[in-house]
């Protein structure tokens, strides 16, 4: 009585867990279907799930059937087994019995037991192709890419849409045929075991039948496996290039053809021997396919490639390289890049300077990591508030161009102390962050520290751009769900002392709580009871989840891949917008060399826009000549805009996307070689540069500017980066995109003459600390209880020629708030550190040139008498003329800090006389 308690005890529990495990499932996805469809997506979540679901059934389906069919054909088999009388002697008399299977083991127990295994048995595949539904739709939708490979001259359509399809059902027929044969094969096993004895099994005709049957299908699937290898030697990676090379064509494609015919020729002698039932037939057959595939797949290619190749590889490879060059240049959008020459050596003049304003006075001083820390220290007000990324973008202030550097407050409720991270608090009150803080690029106080555009919190903006809803409830670090337009206000910004302002979400993208019905499924949902039981929810309030934006444009777009860095934007008319570049890749692009995770074909098609405040996410197309794009838009029709359809006040924020731009500059510093016989030496390689930041060398990031490309009338925002040779250190030529209309997408990459010496990025550095005024300074820093922290070195080409700039922070031990004190700035022969770009290069080209945005800043008097005395004499000249200048602008505070700093200096000078 016990034990029969125990096991229903046992039965109630597993059906009780079953059943929550269904409900949370079926909260999930009724969660998921409010969601699209809050978004205007719900077209994205229908596809999906039809697909995955009809994909999971039809192959579950079929699996179950193939399964289930074979297995029946081994019934008559086993009955016959099990109905057989067993016996044994014992003192000369026979006695018979009857097995324990033999009683209990009945015609309908057993297809019952075939229906079971088979059911699991689909049940298992068809999981394993979850996420397949992809494959799938681009193979019913592929968009034609216009162009042929060089070998089997199909559209490039047929490997990136159609071939992923057929290599998708090769392997399921491979596992049904597999899995059917061990089930099979387990049955005859169990049955001849019993009634044969170990000796005799398989020897029954109706087991070798059925394998042979099942044989016949393995060797025809596997014809089409080797029919489908042909073309997979499009992706091959073991020649001088990736692609097919000289063996793989005249070798291992000749060795697929005749295994081919071969695995037919198997199959075929398969079936006769049905008939025939001469079975060593078949062994022998299999054998010479096996022997076969060994000498054609190994030994021939072998020989192939040390006899014929090897002794005259650049002959031989040479179409194949070709190949090589050009696809992997159309599949990285490398054809696209214009080369122009750009003169090495010429110097500038102070007018070239003048005439460049625009370019100087974008000249980006900030690095982002010590900026990062200074922004924490003075803009995150809150121990709760966070500046996580610093984003670098231009916006047009006073009608001047410019670039600045931003960062959204956003709101970080780990950060809340512990007795205030109460469920009210988490999920009702502290909801949102707040506004963004701004500065220029190239602009600092006294002090050393950002001069701000916009700052504080409400938002304080000292230019002609205003926040008017700071409110961010979506962004980097909303990684919980709020429930807003509830009883509880919710926490805007903090007042001053104990009072605090508070707001209502005006938006409508999330999703109504409802009633108690609805409560409860969002509470199964999220597993938090407390929706449920909260009084200060209404039926009007509305649950904001997957709020972190790096989950939600994934869960709503999975089938693209995403830039590393989504960049906050402010509109006209105040509102904050997430801008994020997505990308549409393929691993199946013939002959071009894949590069890291990203596949071998990659387009910035997609620009998404992510309102910060209601979470609306709308995707635009960038790219419509892409065929991949064009695919997802047959998909999922509705879901991407044009490009035009974007506001003017965004579309002004569109900027080339860093990833792409590493990526390209990457294969470019190969895949610039277009001649055979020197891509094949790797005379011309180029490698991406290295520079010094915080004393460690690294690799040199791309970074955005503002400056007249050469031959262009007006600045524009453009995306740098430079290439050294290999294996050396000066510079051979910069890569430039474009990033504004109506050029935006150009890439051009301006080479100097190989015969002349330009400097680059680590020979400045070297030459920076070998400079002996430079590197006494930077050592004396060092020892006061401060850390010198080297920042970007920007090449900036002005006109015909190039301008290096490095900023330098201090940073007291005890402080994390690095200031900017000195700027470095080389040109030609000449490198100066100065307080301030101004001065640096007035030091160079000799002339007074102001950079009127430029606040003037200089060092604290405590490292002043290390000057020499002719550097504070035109230190104080500069002072005195800057003051002049505020003087007759009626800048009275700038004029009495710079008469102030002209005091410290003129002190300093008389310290050093006495000295």
């Given at each position: ?514 009633g108690l019905l609805r409560r409860a499924i969002f509470a199964l949902a999220f597993a938090d009871y407390k929706i449920l039981l909260a009084s200060d929810l209404q039926n009007s309030s509305q649950i904001l989840f997957n709020r972190n934006i790096k989950e939600r444009v994934p869960k709503l777009a999975p089938f693209l891949s995403f830039d590393s860095d989504p960049y906050i934007v402010l509109d006209d008319a105040g509102n904050l917008h997430w801008m994020w570049d997505a990308y549409t890749t393929s691993d199946m692009f013939p002959y071009s060399e894949p590069f890291s995770n990203r596949g071998n074909y990659i387009r910035n098609s997609v620009k998404i826009i992510i309102n910060a405040y209601t979470g609306q996410v709308d ?297």
């Amino acid at each position: 009585m016990q034990k029969g308690m125990k096991w229903l005890t046992i039965v109630i529990i597993s059906v009780l867990v079953i059943f929550l495990l269904m409900a949370r499932w079926f909260a999930n996805l009724y969660l998921d279907w409010l969601w699209f469809g809050s978004l205007g997506y719900a077209i994205i979540f229908k596809t999906i799930l039809l697909s995955e679901i009809g994909l999971r059934v039809l192959v579950g389906l079929s699996a179950f059937l193939f399964i289930f069919i074979n297995l029946l054909f081994t019934k008559k088999y086993v009955l016959q087994a099990i109905s057989s009388r067993q016996y044994f002697e014992s003192e000369d008399v026979i006695n018979l019995y009857q097995t324990p299977v033999n009683k209990y083991l009945t015609p309908r127990l057993l297809t019952v037991t075939y229906l079971v295994v088979s059911a699991v048995l689909g049940l298992f595949i068809s999981t394993a192709v979850t996420g397949e539904w992809v494959i799938i739709q681009k193979f019913i939708n592929g968009t034609p890419f216009g162009l042929n490979d060089p070998i089997f001259n199909k559209d490039i359509s047929e490997y990136v849409f159609k071939l992923p399809f057929y290599q998708f059902i090769y392997r399921l027929i491979t596992w049904f045929i597999v899995l059917a044969a061990l089930c099979i094969g387990l049955v005859y096993f169990i049955s001849e075991t019993g009634r044969n004895g170990l000796s005799k099994l398989f020897n029954s005709i109706g087991a070798r039948v059925h394998f042979s049957f099942l044989a016949v299908l393995f060797f025809l699937a596997r014809a089409w496996g080797f029919r489908l290898e042909q073309y997979m030697l499009l992706y091959s990676n073991t020649g001088v290039v990736f692609g097919p090379g000289y063996t793989d064509i005249h070798a291992r494609l000749v060795a697929y053809k005749v295994l081919f015919f071969i695995a037919i020729a198997v199959a075929i002698i398969i079936l006769i021997n049905l008939f025939m039932r001469k079975f060593k037939l078949v062994i022998y057959s299999i054998g010479v396919l096996f022997l076969v595939s060994i000498i054609l797949g190994g030994v021939y290619p072998a020989l192939i490639q040390n006899l014929l190749v090897k002794p005259n590889e650049l002959n031989r490879e040479s179409p194949y390289i070709a190949n090589a060059i050009k696809y992997t240049r159309l599949a990285y959008g490398l054809d696209r890049v214009t080369t122009k020459p750009f003169p090495a050596g010429n110097v500038l003049s102070s007018q070239d300077i003048e005439n460049n304003q625009e370019s100087i006075n974008n000249i980006r001083l900030w690095d982002w990591r010590p900026l990062s820390q200074t922004y924490g220290q003075l803009q995150e007000m809150r121990t709760y508030y966070a500046l996580k990324n610093i984003d670098i973008d231009r916006y047009t202030i006073d009608n001047q161009y410019r670039q600045v550097m931003l960062a959204a407050r956003e709101l970080d409720q780990k950060q809340l102390s512990e007795q205030t991270q109460t469920w009210i608090n988490m999920r009702l009150k502290y909801t949102h962050g707040y506004g963004i803080a701004m500065n220029p690029v190239n602009e600092m106080t006294s002090e050393g520290l950002p001069n701000f555009f916009i700052k504080n919190i409400p938002p304080a903006s000292s230019i002609n751009q205003k926040v008017d809803r700071p409110e961010i409830y979506f962004g980097e670090l909303t990684d919980n769900y709020v429930i807003v337009n509830t009883k509880t206000k919710e926490f805007d910004y903090p007042v001053g002392g104990n009072e605090n302002a508070y707001s209502m979400y005006q938006g409508n993208y999330g999703v109504e709580t409802g009633g108690l019905l609805r409560r409860a499924i969002f509470a199964l949902a999220f597993a938090d009871y407390k929706i449920l039981l909260a009084s200060d929810l209404q039926n009007s309030s509305q649950i904001l989840f997957n709020r972190n934006i790096k989950e939600r444009v994934p869960k709503l777009a999975p089938f693209l891949s995403f830039d590393s860095d989504p960049y906050i934007v402010l509109d006209d008319a105040g509102n904050l917008h997430w801008m994020w570049d997505a990308y549409t890749t393929s691993d199946m692009f013939p002959y071009s060399e894949p590069f890291s995770n990203r596949g071998n074909y990659i387009r910035n098609s997609v620009k998404i826009i992510i309102n910060a405040y209601t979470g609306q996410v709308d995707f635009y197309i960038s790219d419509e000549t892409d065929p991949v794009i064009k695919t997802y838009e047959k998909i999922f029709p509705g879901v991407f805009k044009p490009i035009e359809q974007m506001p003017d006040d965004l579309k002004k924020h569109i900027r080339y996307p860093v990833d792409l731009f590493n990526i390209q500059a990457t294969k470019y510093a190969v895949y610039h070689m277009t001649d055979t016989e020197m891509f094949y030496n790797q005379e011309d390689k180029w490698n991406l540069p290295t520079e010094k930041v915080i004393d460690q060398e690294e690799s040199m990031e791309p970074y955005y500017t503002i400056t007249r490309l050469p031959d262009d009338t007006k600045p524009e925002y453009v995306l740098i980066l430079p290439f050294t040779p290999k294996n050396k250190t000066n510079m051979i030529a910069w890569m430039a995109a474009r990033s504004d209309a109506p050029n935006y997408g150009d890439v051009l990459v301006y080479e100097f003459p190989k015969q002349q010496l330009v400097y680059g990025p680590m020979q400045i550095e070297a030459r920076i600390d070998q400079d002996t005024t430079i590197s006494q300074q930077l050592t004396l820093w060092n020892q006061r209880g401060s850390s010198v922290i080297r920042g970007n070195l920007l090449v900036i080409p002005i006109k015909d020629s190039l301008l290096y700039v490095e900023p330098l922070y201090l940073q007291a031990e005890q402080s994390k708030m690095p200031e900017l004190r000195r700027v470095i700035v080389a040109h030609g022969d000449k490198i100066v550190m100065e307080p301030t770009l101004d001065l640096a290069l007035n030091r160079i080209f000799g002339t007074a040139i102001k950079t009127e945005q430029e606040p003037i800043a200089t060092e604290p008097n405590t490292d002043n008498q290390t000057n020499t005395i002719q550097e504070l004499i035109s230190q104080a000249n500069d002072l005195y003329n800057h003051a002049q200048d505020r003087l007759k602008n009626g800048d009275w505070a700038g004029y009495g800090e710079a008469i102030s700093k002209l005091k410290e200096t003129l002190g300093a000078m008389s310290e050093s006389v006495k000295q």
